[in-house]
């Protein structure tokens, strides 16, 4: 109903128009600070502030830290779901949040100086309980922010299918906005000066609360809470009440109509529960798919970084930081393409794609990005090899880097950026349409979770891969210096595994059965309608 009355007032711009455009500006800030934190996080933690410890494996911190922001979020979805309502869920998340980045810049402020700090405990106990407490605000506010815009439409509006799907390009849209800024200026910042770039991270996370706030005027009330639980104890209700008539009440036909409407609600109880299972199937198997596109943030770059770099001024004015721009420019630029060309053009040919369908072009795009990474890798390291390799230094760091542009790796920077579109742009969707009702937070968050155990994928699967190679030659082909392993191998090791969770993922989504959640919703209203109406 939202979207028609909206409509109705002529001349003004639409209330869910504005909230959208809210709820996009504050993600918008918020992933401005959550990628400027991750861009740089390898760099920071092999600084001189951080024991050599830190230092032997500089993609671990960014791993765990995304692993457990991205868990935490099935917790801040079942919190709005269950116990919070989803503004406050929301708002109290942010405040965390900038408590977290409050203590990376007490962090950084000790690192300022060039020479080791007295006592390394110091700054690296702030650097762990502000990324701590910035995983905390992280799966609160990632599981619901989007979810709360997408409610402002409402259930019963015209269209709402084409509606929502806009809302979540166009969200996924700020997404990346968001993250091109933090890679081209905050990460830029950080590696000046990096107190100031945590600085920026911290306003960032502010703005990003204000902006949400100043749009409480437009927003439409909280759903109706109810606990994730009590859709399974809904299961135990409607076997008792199959076990016993349900008891009719006397009158006419309104009478009948609403114990028929009882019993729907009773069967819709018992779906509610099926269609969690169902969806839980299907995120599970996107779980390698958040393994390889872990990959582009972290062995990705450290492939860029060994690649020769362009020269602005006589100086290496590109870290392989900014090779992440041209997967963002890519989601920016195939966004509007799909949503606008390819997705109506084939409706209008009759060939419209159903989620499943694009979530697993995705999948196999993904496939296609990381053979091309190993592709590059093979040219790469053969090059360093014959000794055609530049030194060039990035961040106080010195690395041998094969003598061949970096812009070699857009091929597989392009090929994931599609990727995002087809698989997560649609997975937003995708969740928030078939989720029980009364557990969208929670659905959301568990999609996010699949993200989390892909980045605890990743740990796993790379010490898989290095006890593989050292049992079969004697040495770790996956190294933290990738001029002394084969890492081509384990992106072909990676490209084999997820190949065949892709063809478990399509016979799942060839049995699977969509839901239509205005009809449901219209008979969840009704059931509870009768229920509060006619004693049983």
């Known amino acids: 109903m939202a979207l028609q009355q909206d409509q109705q007032a002529a001349g003004r711009f639409p209330r869910v128009y504005k909230t959208s455009l809210i709820i996009g500006l504050s993600e918008l800030?918020?992933?401005?600070?959550?990628?400027?934190?991750?861009?740089?996080?390898?760099?920071?933690?092999?600084?001189?502030?951080?024991?050599?410890?830190?230092?032997?494996?500089?993609?671990?911190?960014?791993?765990?830290?995304t692993g457990f922001a991205y868990v935490l979020t099935i917790v801040g979805g079942w919190l709005a779901d269950a116990v919070l309502s989803r503004f406050w869920t929301i708002l109290g998340s942010l405040g965390v949040y900038i408590v977290g980045t409050?203590?990376?810049?007490?962090?950084?402020?000790?690192?300022?100086?060039?020479?080791?700090?007295?006592?390394?405990?110091?700054?690296v106990s702030l650097y762990l309980t502000g990324l701590c407490l910035v995983a905390v605000g992280t799966g609160g506010s990632k599981s619901n922010l989007g979810l709360y815009g997408a409610g402002q439409y409402g259930e019963y509006c015209e269209n709402l299918n084409h509606q929502l799907k806009a809302y979540f390009h166009w969200y996924y849209w700020c997404i990346n906005v968001g993250g091109a800024i933090a890679v081209l200026g905050v990460a830029y910042l950080q590696e000046?000066?990096?107190?100031?770039?945590?600085?920026?991270?911290?306003?960032?996370?502010?703005?990003?609360?204000?902006?949400?706030?100043?749009?409480?005027?437009?927003?439409?009330?909280?759903?109706?809470?109810?606990?994730?639980?009590?859709?399974?104890?809904?299961?135990?209700?409607?076997?008792?009440?199959?076990?016993r008539p349900v008891q009719r009440a006397p009158g006419g036909c309104m009478e009948r109509w609403l114990d028929r409407a009882k019993e729907s609600r009773a069967s819709e109880e018992v779906d509610d529960v099926k269609q969690l299972f169902s969806l839980l199937w299907i995120f599970l198997c996107l779980i390698?798919?958040?393994?390889?596109?872990?990959?582009?943030?972290?062995?990705?770059?450290?492939?860029?970084?060994?690649?020769?770099?362009?020269?602005?001024?006589?100086?290496?004015?590109?870290?392989?930081?900014?090779?992440?721009?041209?997967?963002?420019?890519?989601?920016?630029?195939?966004?509007?393409?799909?949503?606008?060309?390819?997705?109506?053009?084939?409706?209008?040919?009759?060939r419209e794609l159903t989620s499943l369908e694009r979530m697993g072009i995705g999948m196999l795009l993904s496939v296609g990005s990381i053979v091309a990474a190993a592709l590059v890798e093979v040219?790469?390291?053969?090059?360093?090899q014959e000794g055609r390799y530049v030194t060039q230094h990035i961040s106080k760091h010195t690395m041998q880097a094969a003598d061949m542009t970096v812009f070699v790796q857009i091929p597989q920077f392009l090929l994931s950026g599609m990727s995002e579109v087809m698989t997560m742009v649609t997975g937003y969707y995708f969740a928030y349409t078939q989720a029980p009702l009364r557990a969208r937070g929670t659905v959301m968050g568990l999609l996010l979770l699949m993200w989390g155990l892909g980045s605890y994928a990743s740990l796993g699967l790379s010490a898989l891969f290095n006890a593989?190679?050292?049992?079969?030659?004697?040495?770790?082909?996956?190294?933290?210096?990738?001029?002394?392993?084969?890492?081509?191998?384990?992106?072909?090791?990676?490209?084999?595994?997820?190949?065949?969770?892709?063809?478990?993922f399509v016979f799942l989504a060839q049995r699977y059965g969509y839901k239509t959640y205005r009809q449901r919703r219209l008979l969840a209203d009704i059931g509870t309608a009768a229920e509060r109406s006619v004693p049983t």
């Open 468 to 504: 593989i190679s050292y049992q079969m030659t004697g040495t770790r082909w996956f190294p933290v210096e990738l001029n002394d392993g084969r890492a081509e191998w384990f992106f072909i090791f990676l490209a084999i595994f997820m190949l065949l969770d892709t063809v478990f």
């Open 288 to 350: 390698l798919y958040f393994t390889l596109y872990s990959q582009m943030r972290t062995t990705f770059l450290f492939q860029s970084q060994r690649l020769r770099l362009p020269k602005f001024g006589g100086t290496e004015g590109m870290d392989g930081v900014f090779l992440n721009v041209f997967n963002a420019a890519t989601v920016l630029l195939m966004i509007p393409i799909m949503h606008w060309l390819v997705y109506p053009w084939m409706a209008r040919m009759g």
């Open 102 to 123: 409050v203590f990376l810049i007490l962090s950084s402020y000790f690192c300022a100086h060039d020479e080791p700090p007295t006592d390394s405990r110091v700054p």
């Open 379 to 384: 040219y790469r390291r053969q090059l360093v």
């Open 29 to 65: 800030c918020e992933r401005v600070a959550y990628y400027g934190i991750v861009s740089n996080m390898a760099l920071f933690t092999t600084s001189h502030c951080f024991p050599r410890l830190y230092h032997d494996q500089p993609s671990t911190f960014t791993y765990i830290f």
């Open 192 to 243: 000046v000066h990096t107190l100031y770039g945590y600085v920026v991270i911290c306003i960032a996370v502010l703005l990003s609360g204000v902006v949400f706030v100043i749009g409480k005027r437009w927003y439409e009330p909280d759903e109706e809470k109810e606990e994730v639980l009590g859709i399974v104890a809904g299961i135990l209700r409607a076997s008792g009440r199959a076990q």
